[in-house]
Each structure stands twice: as structure tokens, then as C-alpha cells.
């Protein structure tokens, strides 16, 4: 089973999006938390994910919708972070 089968199509550019923001995040005076920038991105991707997926796509506020929302946004957020760790590790060879 492949991870990419369960974040929707649309939310993809969410991922080029968040990583966007954790260079910004991580250029700014807060530089020196940057354990934070995961949890950022968390937080923005569910914001996002739920606004999308309960209003666009008019599924609602249930709660199957919240706990998918929550799941999808948890992987777009770790698809984002392990990216950025992949760019890092190739930078540091």
C-alpha cells in the first residue's frame, strides 16, 4: 500500500506549499526553535485540509470527515517535513 493513496489529489500542493512556509519560518528571528516547524506545518496543513475538504468539497463538520482530515493532514505534513530532510541530507554530501 502506497502512502500517496491516501492524501487526495487535490491537497498535493499543499506539500510544495507547507514547504514554502517552513523556509520562511525558518528564515525568521524564531530561527533558533526550529523543533517548532513541524507543529507549524501541522497546524496549517489540518486548517487547510479541513477548510478544503468540509467546505469546497461540501462534505461538512461529521466526524469521519474530521478523522480523515486529521489523517490526511498528519501525511501531507510528514511528506513535507521528510522532503525538506531529503533536500538536507542531499545539501550536506
Avoid: C, H
Wanted: aromatic letters at 14%.
Amino acid at each position: 500500500m502506497n502512502i500517496m493513496e491516501f492524501i487526495k489529489p487535490e491537497l498535493f500542493i499543499l506539500v510544495v506549499f507547507l514547504y514554502a512556509v517552513g523556509l520562511f519560518v525558518r528564515g525568521g528571528p524564531w530561527e533558533k526553535k526550529s523543533w517548532l516547524i513541524p507543529y507549524i506545518l501541522l497546524g496549517i496543513s489540518f486548517i487547510i485540509t479541513l477548510a478544503y475538504v468540509a467546505i469546497f468539497m461540501g462534505e461538512g463538520f461529521s466526524p469521519p470527515v474530521i478523522v480523515a482530515v486529521v489523517i490526511q493532514s498528519v501525511l501531507i505534513a510528514a511528506v513535507t517535513v521528510y522532503g525538506n530532510e531529503l533536500i538536507e541530507q542531499i545539501k550536506d554530501k
